[in-house]
């Protein structure tokens, strides 16, 4: 395939995908997104898949239950009836059947605690995290508005060693390209404390400094959300960054009376862990919230 062709199709799966992410709460028209891309429906969905390694109802899907598992523990005052009609859900009946299916639980199970339980079978299947011992109720956020952030990326498939990999890849196209003034981002598209980690999808991205436009065959661009963030800076070793995601949901999220959007978090690197002799990290991590 010429490179244009899949930058093209690159850029297709992105923009559907930051079209979900901004419609969840409403029923998605496959036929309108469609018409606005100017594809069939059939390409779009195959492009799609090409691209995520799933479809795009799978993502919908996804994304919609990753919403419903927050907002369970941070609306206190909604009901299960109100979190179904937020997260886009005709029926609680509905509602309660996908929950249960991806979850293994109920609703009602999960806001009464059983979050805790599923959210530490994933932090177990990873060796480093369950070997961490880092705490993190010290830190406090600062609240901040952040700009829409245009980046080179790679996108990995999975929360795993692999990610050193990736971020070698660019490093070398830093180099190539003579850029000295950048920034690294990740960015999670999934929840890696209740999305099971071969599933969550990780952007590896680079910040080019001082307005240059470099020319690139081999990394598509992509926009990082503008916004409200808290901001939480954390110095640590990478298996602390699982735990610390897990406490910023299920400790820090549901006592600070906030509640995060569909808005996927990312991390700016100031000391890239998966680079780093010592594989340690300083980083400020940005999660999308609202009042």
């Given at each position: 395939m010429k490179k244009n062709t899949l930058q093209k199709r690159v850029q297709i799966a992105n923009d559907i995908m930051y079209y979900v992410y901004?419609?969840?709460?409403?029923?998605?028209?496959?036929?309108e997104l469609s018409t606005d891309l100017e594809i069939s429906k059939f390409h779009m969905h195959r492009i799609f898949k090409d691209v995520f390694g799933k479809n795009i109802y799978e993502s919908?899907?996804?994304?919609?239950?990753?919403?419903?598992?927050?907002?369970?523990?941070?609306?206190?005052?909604?009901?299960?009836?109100?979190?179904?009609?937020?997260?886009?859900?005709?029926?609680?009946?509905?509602?309660?059947?996908?929950?249960?299916?991806?979850?293994?639980?109920?609703?009602?199970?999960?806001?009464?605690?059983?979050?805790?339980?599923?959210?530490?079978?994933?932090?177990?299947?990873?060796?480093?995290?369950?070997?961490?011992?880092?705490?993190?109720?010290?830190?406090?956020?600062?609240?901040?508005?952040?700009?829409?952030?245009?980046?080179?990326?790679?996108?990995?498939?999975?929360?795993?060693?692999?990610?050193?990999?990736?971020?070698?890849?660019?490093?070398?196209?830093?180099?190539?390209?003579?850029?000295?003034?950048?920034?690294?981002?990740?960015?999670?598209?999934?929840?890696?404390?209740?999305?099971?980690?071969?599933?969550?999808?990780?952007?590896?991205?680079?910040?080019v400094e001082n307005g240059l436009n470099i020319q690139s065959d081999r990394l598509p661009k992509f926009n990082i959300s503008d916004g409200i963030y808290a901001k939480f800076d954390l110095v640590g070793e990478q298996g602390d960054m699982l735990k610390f995601i897990q406490w910023v949901y299920h400790e820090w999220l549901p006592k600070s009376e906030y509640e995060t959007t569909t808005k996927p978090p990312y991390v700016i690197y100031k000391k890239n862990n998966y680079l780093s002799q010592d594989g340690r990290f300083d980083i400020s991590f940005y999660l999308s919230i609202k009042f």
């Open positions: 901004t419609h969840i709460d409403t029923n998605i028209n496959m036929d919908i899907k996804s994304i919609r239950l990753q919403k419903a598992s927050n907002l369970l523990l941070t609306n206190k005052f909604s009901t299960i009836s109100d979190v179904a009609n937020i997260c886009g859900y005709s029926s609680q009946t509905s509602f309660i059947r996908v929950f249960k299916e991806r979850f293994e639980m109920t609703p009602k199970a999960w806001k009464n605690g059983g979050y805790k339980e599923y959210s530490q079978h994933i932090i177990e299947q990873s060796p480093k995290a369950k070997k961490s011992t880092a705490k993190f109720d010290h830190l406090e956020p600062t609240i901040v508005k952040m700009p829409l952030i245009e980046s080179y990326y790679i996108r990995h498939s999975g929360y795993n060693a692999q990610i050193k990999q990736t971020w070698q890849k660019l490093q070398t196209w830093i180099f190539g390209n003579n850029i000295t003034e950048f920034n690294q981002i990740a960015l999670f598209h999934d929840n890696p404390t209740v999305t099971e980690l071969h599933e969550c999808q990780y952007v590896a991205c680079v910040v």
